[in-house]
Every structure is written in C-alpha cells, then in structure tokens.
C-alpha cells in the first residue's frame, strides 16, 4: 500500500515510474550523480565565438563572421548533424546555437547550408562517437556559386584533435589557450580540415581518411549556463548529508569549473588524476602543474581532505587495467568529478560506488547516460523541456484557459443556451502551450522518468517519497510482528477458557486494523530531507528491542488483567457458559476484547514513523483523532460507561463491582504509557533527540 500510495503521488509530480519496486530503495540512497550537460546546466549552449589568432601572446574571442578565418566558417557550416523539420531547424544544441546566431540557412533536402555569399555541401557524414569524441564531414564548398573544392572537416574535444593535425600547424600555445578558457567555465571544441583532391574517388575515402594529417582551424568557444535552481537543490541535498558527483563527458577543467560554481564540496581546489608523458598516473592542479603521485588508499584519503578530486576517462582506464578492486573503488569514493567519461565508463563507476556499499541516484537527459541510469538504484531521467518556472507558468495559464471556457459555458446553461462544442483550434489554443518532451533512450532506460520539468527538483522529490516508503514500510513489519504476536496470545487466552471472540469483536478489530493501515500506508513524507536515513533492515538493535520490549509489556498487562481480574471476578453463570460451544458473552471474553482494541491502537499510535522520515502525527490531524478517539472509546469501556456499547460489542460486566473495573481501567492506562515511555526512549536512544510528542 505504501508503493501504491508513492506511485500516485509521483504521477502527480509528473514523475512516471516503471519499477515500482526501486521506490524504497530510494530510501537507502546516500549519493547523488548527475550529468552535467542538460542536467545542471542548460541544454542550449550560448555561442560566444572562435579563437583562431595564435599570432600575439593574446589570443581573443572573435564573434563576428568576417573576422573568422574562411576554413573556420566552412567547418561550422559544413561539420554538423542538423535537420529541417517543420519548419524548425533540429540537432546538436551546438551545431543550432551557431546557426541560430549567424542566421544561416540549411536545406535538409539537399545537405546545403547557405551564408554570406557563400556554400557547402554535405557528401559524406560520419556521426559523433563518444569514444572518438568527434565527429567529420566531407564538404564541396562554393563561393560566389563557383565550386571552389572539397575539404575534410572535423570537430571534436581539443585533446583528441591535436594527435590528428600536423604538427607543423599546431600553435605552441594550443594547451595554454583551450585550458585557460576551459577553467573559466567554457566548452571548446577544436576544429580541423584538409583538402580533398578532385582525382580522389570520394566514395572510397574511408572515416580514418578524412580524420587524418588535419590543419588546425581554431577553438569553438560555448558557454553552457547553470539551470535557475540548480543550486538551490544541490544545497538542498547537500544539507540532508547526500554526497553530490558530477560524471560528464565535457572537460575536466569546463566541469571543474561547474563544481566550483555549485561548491560541489567545501573545497575550491581541485586535483586531477591524470596519465603523464612518461604513462604514469599523477595527481595535478588545474594548471598541470604534478603536485602529487599518491595512488595509496591512505593517502589519497588525505588528498582528498585537502583537494576536491577529479579524473578523466583516460585515467579510469588506467587503473582499471592496472590497479586492484579494493584500490579502484578507493579512488572512486573518493572522486567529487568525473570528466571526459564515455557512456560504458558512466556505467562503471556507478557499478563500483554501489559496490562500495553506497546507494545511488543517477539523473540525467541523454542517451549517453542509459548505462548509468540502468545501473543506479534510482536511474531519473529528464525529459522535460521546459524549466521549472517557465512549466508552473504553462500550467497556471492552462488552468486559468480551462476555469475561463468553463465558466462561460455555466453562464450560457445559465442562460438557457446550449454550449457549443468548442471547434479544434479552440482546442489547440487552450492546449497550445503544454510541456514539450524529449523522446530518447534515457527515457526509456530509465525506471523513473520526470516530465514535470528540466529541473532536478525531481531528485528530491523522489528521494522524499523513497524514505518515507521505506520507513513505512519497515515500520509496517514491526507492526505485523507486535499485532500478530499480541493476537496469537489473546486467542489463546480465549481458547484455554473455551470461548472465543464473537462475530461482531472480529469485524470491529478487523476494520480498525485496517483502517489504521490505510491512514498509516497513506503517510505524507517531509517536506524537508533528513540528514539521518531509515533503517535497511529489520535486524538492527533498535527494531529488535522495540518489538520485544513492547509485546513484553502486553503480554504482562494481558496475563494479570485475565488471571487477576477477568477469571478472578467470573462468575458461576459465567463458568457454565464457557463449556457452551456457541458464543455467550462473558467478563474473559470482555476483558481480552477491550485489551485487545488498545493493544492494537497503541501498536499504531506508539510505532508511528513520524519524524524524522515522514510528517509527524501531529501534523496528521486526521489519523491522530481517529487514534485517539478509539483508544478514548476502549477505555470507557473498561468501566462500563455505555450499555449500549456494551450490547452492540456483546460486552459483560454481571456482577463485577466498579472498583475492579477502575483497577481494569488502570492496568490498561499503565500498559498504554509503558508501551509510550519505552518506544520514545528506544527511539532517543538510536536518534539522539525526542522528537513530537506523538
């Protein structure tokens, strides 16, 4: 009930999930991962330009088009993937963000791309692969519609490209200058061509031909901006203890640059594992200076005390063939940013935090990270397209469009006027503004997938809902245990008396049992994540203690109150009716029924989650009155307060003087406070803190 109750609440959320099993994992999660790219930042890049001046010792950000080299402009308008479709130019938010800018124009039709007097033309494309970490064409390209040639183009990340020029046209500077801009935050692309000769036979250039002996064209320079809130819920989590990692495929130094940005730890500086010249593994800062070559699990616990760490696929891959396990998941555990990582690396590292015993939620948007969000505990993929205040303002103007167009037909009903049917571009108008999605793999791939907006506030919010799944649901456990026990005792007693409970006691004790597990499976989660997780399993000191210290204290309370009271004060009548094999009513068969409905209630009333996992009874109005008022009814009739009552619930109190009844009433009060006190101390003693009353 408690996964039935969580999945409507999600739906609500507008979060789907499709293995409603995953949701009290979410309970036990302990560490966050998010992409960075369409994550925790925006998925449209903005252009700021290209840097192709090596000349001087400054080396500017050129944006406008005649100051760019013509192989540069060749290569942005002839190495790309876009499509149009309905009137809407499709693709890489790249490739889009330098067409949008410059206001080129591309026929899909004919693979043509037209800009300033100039053309080229698609012949031969060969996808971006992240393995590769580029992607090439192979272009005509005419100027003043004269066909000038053809050209290699290819673009990719600045540490690939440079094995795949000629040396001869690398500039001295090219590391300093793609770093510096890098640390500043910025996605760089390197660009590279070569000329293709007419009397080649174009179909038979292969990939590695048109990727080969390039000429440096210069850097592309993006700036990808942090999301509105994207901050605000890192915070968020980070004060509830969750350990937050960002694994990318940018660069280590662009998301260095994010990590500082969001104070991913306390630290500022960053160390990054790197694979030297002379193929060794060194730790450096973010100016490639070595400033350590500890690889020991001690003492890259104690850099990572000093430095935030980060690493880069490269480096993965090395100590994936050359360290041992136990050092490898050391080395993760301790790593805040992973950059340059493929898709079957993002899947790795989540395989070996969990091996390390944590739980992990992954979120991301995009196909590269299916892997990582099949692996995690919680995979959440986004496939909103709107953020978080752009969607609440859709969804007010929706709302406000549907209250309007109902409230006009209630005045024309009114009126004795028969509503028309609202004609389809009525209908589109009212629903023209709806959320748009992102069909892809990761939506796919993973159990949970959040259409309610771009926004990482789906983290949250699904984390809020696991704990409080999970608490409910170890709290359902010892519940069963407590009732189950306590039942098995009371018709026991009953047995060895030779009565039973009567038809009318069983049904009022099944429906407040179940009752009391609808209100309780219903539970709301905080509005604010604890610090402290729920427990993960049923055996651990306190859940053992507090099912053994309570069943003591009922079972102790129902011994003396049937053997002190109810057989001691039973009358001769009442005897004579034991041995019948119908049900009479007796003082026994009463007692243990009213000793059984506030045994019952305490279970509920004492073994409430509550804080810190889920909203407190306090707080749960509704369930706390009907606790409450049943355990109020229970004692009044202990003492025999309602004749009524007492003949609808086949209740006997013949001959019982009214001082028993009040020492009756008294063991009962007694057992419902030991019950509370024992409960609340266990619960301090495990928690350090007293939490509500209730």
Known sequence: MAVNSSLVYLQKKRIFCTEPFRIPLAGKVDTCAFDKTGTLTKDDLIYRGVVDDFQGSSHPIKMELESLSKE???????????????????????EKAIFTHYKWHFSSNDKIASFSGKKCKIIQFNPFQSDLRRMST??????????????????????????????????????????????????????????????????????????SDLEFAGFLLFESILKADTARYIKYLQDAAYAITMITGDSELTACSVSRQLELTPLKDHLLLEVNDKNELVWMNEDFETISKATDKKEVAELAKKYTLALNGKALKYIETHFTTQLIRSIVDHTTVFARVSPSQKEYIIETMKSNGRGVVMCGDGTNDVGGLKKADIGLALVGMKDEEEAARIRREKKEKIKKHQEEMRQMMMQGRMPQRPSQDAFAEMFADMPEYKPGDAS?????????????????????????????????????????????????????????????????????????YFFYSNTKPLK????IRPPSTIWEPYFVCSVISQV????????????????????????????????????????????SIISQTCVFLFNYGGQPFMESLSTNKKYLKVLLFTLFISLLL????????????????????????NELLMNLATMAFLNYVSEKLLRYLKYGKFYDFF
């Open 138 to 211: 192979l272009i005509s390209y005419f100027e003043n519609e004269v066909q000038r040639g053809y050209r290699a183009v290819v673009k990719g990340a600045p540490e690939t490209m440079q094995l795949l020029y000629r040396p001869s046209t690398v500039p001295k500077d090219y590391e300093k200058v793609y770093r510096q801009y890098a640390k500043t935050g910025y996605r760089i692309l390197a660009l590279g061509y070569k000329k293709v000769s007419e009397e080649v036979s174009l179909s038979d250039l292969t990939r590695e031909d048109l990727e």
């Open 638 to 661: 202990a003492v025999n307060s309602s004749d009524d009552l007492n003949y609808f619930l086949e209740l006997t109190f013949t001959g019982v003087p009214q001082s028993v009844l």
């Open 552 to 595: 003591c204290i009922q079972l102790y309370f129902m011994e003396k109150c049937v053997t002190d009271i109810g057989l001691k004060w039973t009358t001769e009548e009442d005897k004579l009716l034991l041995k019948e094999p119908d049900f009479k009513p007796t003082f026994v068969n009463s007692v243990v029924f009213i000793h």
């Open 528 to 531: 604010k994540l604890s610090s």
């Open 444 to 516: 796919i791939a993973a159990p949970f997938t959040s259409k309610h907006s771009n926004s990482i506030k789906c983290v949250p919010l699904v984390l809020r809902q696991g704990v409080c799944t999970l608490a409910t649901t170890f709290q359902t456990y010892r519940i069963l245990s407590m009732s189950c026990l306590v039942s098995a005792y009371s018709m026991s007693a009953l047995h060895m008396q030779n009565t039973k409970f009567s038809e009318t006691q069983s049904t009022v004790l099944g429906i407040l049992g179940a009752m009391n």
């Open 72 to 94: 540069a402009q060749f290569i942005m308008a002839g190495c790309h993937s876009l499509v149009h479709n309905g009137g809407k130019l499709l693709g890489d938010p790249i």
